[in-house]
């Protein structure tokens, strides 16, 4: 690599793993993919910090395995093909399939880990065809949050700022997220220097992790980890809810509730004590394995802090009863008015750089860019006069919904930088499924798990080569820029849909860039109706942004919430245990999630050499307790078993995991979590309960 020309500026770009949104800089070396990491000194997010992740990200730009030229699979291998070709078989089959079964026979995957202007251009071009069936990778991590808060509150994302709570909140009430090791930057940056300051921290995860040890500070009535069994998140916040009504009867002028808030800005309270009359806390404390009296010093603190700020993540989300976990949250800050103020509210750490964005511009099969709801009349004929074309008026197939459709009323697939045979739960089945369908389009950077059972595959840019906006998890849209040169005969995914759409249609999908889709956005987008490139520069701006001038809202809801009635609503609700619990034949409860070293199906950063030097294979977390009883040693392989697979892994004995569960991740392709995952679905919000399982091990293979 040369990239010491002094003539080769560098550009100001996002980082494309997490969705802190870190800003870096790439600088453009002689040949296309040949690109350096240089820090951002002050980039507004992270202030030239970053993490190992963010350091290694150009490690794949100039990767030996980048996808370089079209491929088409010919008697079941592929060759090398023109553009044009590729093209001209993708406008036919996506033709054929509308007109020989309907639009609704074709499903898009949008892409969490690309940009606003083109998933908001690939939900256009399936709506253009049709169908509502589009989705992106939120479906598999926060669907249920943003159900939850959306209904509830008024928008699916974060109510506060990174800023706000660093510099406002007093306690951090963490369940079921790991930012310590999902979002480092903000860890370190923003709620770890709150924490050094005197905020409090109260963990609930059934999983001791990086979150745990860098709170790990001398005062621990400043810290609590509450570890408890997987998949009993709502026992434990009626608990501490009950504990906080109790105290208000014994003493309301204690103010653990905000009868004041209640009255003015809630609806449902009066459901929420009916729902917790007969409740038995000392029942729901052995429930989540865990003594009631530690519970309730954890809602005792939450309840007397000025500023709680919960945070939560796919430990809550990712359940059969997602959408109850986080209302349950929501319940909590609304009972004791921590909304609508800094340093407070509820709040979901979003996992990819963009997934945050990839919702907001409609990539989703119910709603329209901005969160319009598909089936409201008023706001679906407001974007059609913009698109000049009908949209269909019903919700469209989730991804998980449409995977289990292949071969049966879905027939062809268009997947844009998505990995769903490795991604989605009981992923044998979808290898298997995906076989069944007519034809499928894969467009990425790089072969992938799904590519092999592609018809086309298209090549396309990485990060660092082109531009666009992305949005963080504290909803501020960044701009990307692109170094200049781009890699071989590879092209954007803005300029690969602009083509298609151009070829189907008339009109509509003729933009000469991003910022000209961009453009478009803003007029079907009210939220983001504010904004333009020259107003986001450097620095980006947090939506809410209406009007050009807006400086875009740190933190919602301060006079009133986003909902029909402006009222915040709280609804009580009870215990639902996992779809799959422990019986005779897989007596473990196996629970999953993500290291900081890797990211998702590790597509990237299985290819970074120091990402992969880190942890280069899987591994199992199992209680010392446990592995005395099946007779398993530290560091010895095991097979690890559910209904649905079996992987082989090294299994690490350690205390961080509680007795009776087991705890892997789905990074590596041969031994993916999701090959035991469980693709049972909330029902509102079709988000697959990945974190709890019926499992079972089975040794014998020699330590
Ligand atoms: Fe990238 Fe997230 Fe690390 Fe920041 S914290 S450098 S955005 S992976």
Known sequence: MSTDDPESEPVKTICPYCGVGCGIQVKQGDEPGDVQFMPWGDAPVNEGRICIKGGAATEVVNHKDRLTEPLIKEDGEFREASWEE???????????????????????YGCSKAMNEENYLLQKLARRLGTNNVDNCTRMCHASTVWALRTSLGAGAMTNSMADLREEADLFWIQGANPGEQHP?????????????????????????????????????????LQLKPGT???LLNVVIKTILEKHDEDPEAGWIDEEFIEARTEGFEHLKETLEDFDKEAAAEECGLSLEEIELAAEK?????????????????????????????????????????????????GQNNVQGTCDVGAMPNVLPGYQLVDDDEARESVEEVWGFEVPDEP???????????????????VMGENPVMSEPDANRVAERIQELEFVVVQDIFPTETSQYADVILPATTWAERGGTVTNTDRRVQLMRGVEKVHENTKHDLEILTEIGTRLFDSGFDFDGPEAVFEELREVCPIY??????????????????????????????????????????????HQPPKETPDDEYPLILTTARLEEHYNTGTMSRRSPTLNRQTPENFVD???????????????????????????????VTEDITEGSVWTTPHFAASSANKLTNDVLDERAKIPEYKAAAAEIEVGIEP
């Not at 590729?86 to 996506?94: C, G, R, S």
């Not at 059969?320 to 509820?346: K, M, P």
């Open 86 to 108: 590729a093209y001209e078989l993708i406008v036919d089959e996506l033709e054929r399939i509308r007109d020989e079964y309907s639009a609704d026979a074709l499903g898009f």
């Open 185 to 225: 930057i903000a860890n370190s940056q923003y709620f770890r220097q709150a924490v050094l300051d005197g905020a409090t921290v109260i963990q609930v995860d059934p999983h001791a992790n990086k979150t745990t040890r860098s709170f790990d500070i001398d005062d621990t009535d400043r810290h609590q980890h």
């Open 233 to 235: 998140d709502i026992p």
């Open 302 to 350: 939450y309840a007397e802090a000025d500023n709680a700020a919960i945070f939560t993540g796919m430990g809550m989300s990712q359940h059969a009863c997602g959408v109850d976990n986080v209302q349950n949250e929501i319940n909590l800050a609304l009972l004791t008015g921590n909304v609508g103020r800094a340093g407070t509210g509820v709040n979901p750490l979003r």
């Open 396 to 414: 469209g197939l989730t991804n998980v919904e449409l995977s289990h459709e292949f071969g049966d009323s879905v027939k062809g697939l268009y």
């Open 529 to 574: 109706h504010g904004m333009t490139y020259e107003l986001l520069g450097e620095e980006g701006l947090h939506w809410p942004c209406y009007e050009p001038g807006d400086e875009g809202d740190p933190f919602l809801y301060e006079d009133e919430f986003d909902t029909e009635n402006g009222l915040g609503r709280i609804i009580g609700v009870t």
């Open 622 to 652: 199992v209680h010392p307790n446990d592995a005395e009883r099946y007779g398993i040693e530290d560091g010895q392989e095991i097979v690890l078993k559910s209904r649905r697979g079996e992987i082989t892994v090294e299994a690490q």
